[in-house]
């Protein structure tokens, strides 16, 4: 996703140099999500019913993990992509699913949703890692750490957000914000367990869910997993509340 915007980016720059423009074209990065899980289902479902349940992915942690560094993605090129839709929000590769007759609830992808939709406004801000790095394919030097960072309007809060790529091994975080004010960490929300396939249910709704760790020993980020810190501004001892 990240070579894609930039790439897109890049060809609308050429052309404003090109024909000699001021004008800069942002970018809507529209029905974006992750599917696949439904293909072969939906070739069971017997043809000409009322409203049958098609496309109806159901979303692992895995998934969970992949969704929140699509949407540190989107947070780092916020410069360029300004509205970036999620296809559908229920059922239909949805982050929230029903069924007929009243149950609803919470797929693994809408927790990463949820906390970087009410924490991730206001300021984007670059954030650089040193960490361990892996080959995928025909890429090489994928770092295993993927973050972004949120200063609030207010500035009283910066929000960090971070998968840990790695399928084995944990990583211990140590943050140092430059020239960015005196910060200090109060909250950490992680998505994570020892099953990648693990799912929720209208059975088990709570099977894959948030859990907030402990920082007093520092942070540490589980493999594979999707996690949020929250830094709250110090305030000094003469400074009015």
Not at 142 to 158: K, T
Request: net charge negative; with cysteine; proline share 4%.
């Amino acid at each position: 996703m990240d070579k894609f915007i930039k790439q897109v980016a890049a060809i609308c720059d050429e052309v404003k140099l090109e024909k000699k423009s001021d004008k800069t074209v942002n970018l809507s990065f529209d029905e974006w999500n992750i599917w696949f899980h439904s293909s072969e289902q939906d070739q069971k479902i017997p043809k000409w019913q009322v409203a049958p349940p098609l496309l109806e992915d159901v979303y692992n942690l895995e998934d969970a993990v992949v969704l929140g560094s699509l949407l540190i993605t989107l947070l780092n090129n916020s410069d360029r992509v300004k509205i970036a839709c999620l296809a559908q929000l229920v059922n239909v590769i949805a982050p929230i699913m029903t069924e007929t007759g009243g149950r609803v609830w919470a797929q693994t992808i809408y927790y990463p949703f949820l906390y970087t939709s009410r924490h991730g406004r206001g300021t984007a801000v670059r954030t650089f890692c040193q960490c361990g790095s892996y080959d995928a394919g025909n890429r090489r030097n994928i770092p295993f750490i993927d973050s972004a960072a949120v200063l609030s309007e207010d500035e009283n809060e910066l929000a960090v957000f971070a998968v840990n790529r790695s399928l084995d091994s944990e990583c211990a975080l140590s943050l140092h914000l430059l020239g960015g004010g005196n910060y200090c960490p109060c909250q950490h929300i992680a998505l994570e367990g020892s099953d990648l396939k693990a799912v929720n249910t209208a059975d088990e709704p709570e099977k894959v869910i948030p859990v907030v760790k402990d920082i007093t020993g520092g942070i540490t980020l589980a493999p594979h997993s999707w996690n949020m810190i929250i830094l709250k501004k110090r305030r000094m001892q003469n400074e009015k509340v």
